[in-house]
C-alpha cells in the first residue's frame, strides 16, 4: 500500500493540570499514601489542530520531573473518553475501561502513562476506518511529541486494549520513528459492524516489537483466545496469557469480565511492564 509522508500540521498546546483524581484503585503502594509527592497526579495535554484537538490524560507520580519511559494507551469501545476540565479537575469517560481503570499500575519514577482519547472532531464516530487514516498517525504523533516534550519522555510503548488494539496497532505502524514496542491486549480480531478489526492488517507493516496478552477465558465473540494464538504465530509475535481473577460481571465484551481482566489487572500490567523494561517475555500470568 503507498502511503504519503505524514505532514505535521501547526498546532497550539494546552495543558491543564488538575489536582489528583481520588479512585478506589488510584494508590499504587501504602508508602505513596503517605508522601504526596509520590501520589499519582493527572494533567489533560491537548493539541489543537485547526478546527478540532487532541488531547491525552497524563498520569504520573509527581516528584520526577522527567520519564524515561511514556506508555500510550489506547483504550476499548468506542474510544471516546471526552475529555475535559471541570473546577480545575479532569473529568472523562471510559472510566471502567481496563487501560484506563488499571493506569497507576504502571507507574514509577522513570515511567508515566498517557491515555490518548479520540480527536475531538469525532467525538460521535470515530470509526475503525478512520484509526487507518494518515491523519490519524499525524493526530497521534502531535500528541506524543508534546507530551515527551514538557515530561522528558525518551521512549514509548503503544498499548491497546479491545477495540483500542486498532488504534494502538494503525498509529504505531504510521509513526515507526517513535512506537518502539506495541502490546495488544483483548484485541478485536473478527470483522463487525464496527468495522474489519485486525482481520486484514499486514503485520510487516508494523517495525516494533510487539506482544499479544490475552485472557484464556476471554468470553467476547471478536476477541476469542484462539484468535488471539492464531494470529500470534501468523504475527512471529509472542503471547502472553492470562488465567484467572475476578469475580466480575456484565456482558461478555465488556469491561469487568475476563475480556477486560478484572480481578487480575495488577498481575497483568506487572507483565507488560517486565517487557518494556527488560525485552524479555514474561511467563504467562495467574492467580
Known amino acids: 500500500m503507498n502511503r504519503r509522508p ?11 493540570l488538575s489536582s489528583t483524581l481520588q479512585l478506589a484503585y488510584g494508590q499504587t503502594t501504602d508508602a505513596t499514601a503517605g508522601d504526596p509527592s509520590l501520589s499519582p497526579s493527572n ?3 491537548t493539541v489543537a489542530v485547526q478546527d478540532y484537538t487532541v488531547s491525552g490524560l497524563v498520569t504520573r507520580l509527581r516528584a520526577p520531573k522527567a520519564f524515561k519511559y511514556g506508555i500510550a494507551l489506547f483504550p476499548g469501545h468506542p474510544g471516546i473518553m471526552k475529555l475535559h476540565e471541570e473546577n480545575g479537575q479532569p473529568r472523562f469517560e471510559l472510566r471502567g475501561n481496563f487501560l484506563v481503570r488499571s ?6 519514577d522513570q515511567t508515566l502513562v498517557l491515555v490518548v482519547d479520540a480527536p475531538s472532531d469525532q467525538w460521535t464516530t470515530f470509526y ?4 487507518e487514516t494518515p491523519r490519524y498517525g499525524a493526530d497521534v504523533a502531535a500528541l506524543l511529541d508534546e507530551t515527551a516534550h514538557r515530561y522528558g519522555v525518551e521512549d514509548w510503548t503503544f498499548v491497546g486494549t479491545s477495540e483500542g488494539s486498532i488504534s494502538a496497532f ?9 512506537a518502539r514496542r506495541v502490546i495488544l491486549t483483548s484485541s478485536v480480531f473478527a470483522s463487525s459492524r464496527n468495522g474489519p478489526g485486525l482481520s486484514g492488517v499486514a503485520w510487516e507493516d508494523l517495525k516494533a516489537p510487539l506482544l499479544w ?3 484464556e477465558d476471554d468470553p467476547c465473540m471478536y476477541t ?4 488471539a494464538q492464531r494470529f500470534a504465530e501468523k504475527s512471529r509475535s509472542p503471547l502472553v496469557t492470562v488465567r484467572g481473577g475476578g469475580p466480575g460481571g456484565g456482558g461478555a465484551c465488556q469491561a469487568f469480565t475476563a475480556h477486560g481482566f478484572v480481578g487480575i489487572e495488577g498481575e497483568t500490567v506487572a507483565a507488560m511492564r517486565s517487557w518494556v523494561k527488560t ?7 495467574a492467580r
Do not use: K
Open 128 to 131: 475503525q476506518q478512520f484509526r
Open 279 to 285: 525485552g524479555a517475555v514474561p511467563r504467562d500470568v
Open 170 to 178: 494503525h498509529a504505531a505502524r504510521m509513526n515507526p520513528a517513535l
Open 103 to 108: 493506569r497507576d499500575h504502571w507507574l514509577d
Open 6 to 16: 505524514l505532514r505535521f500540521p501547526t498546532v497550539a498546546f494546552v495543558v491543564l
Open 224 to 227: 476469542s483466545y484462539r484468535d
Open 43 to 45: 494533567e489533560i495535554v
Open 213 to 215: 496478552v490475552h485472557h
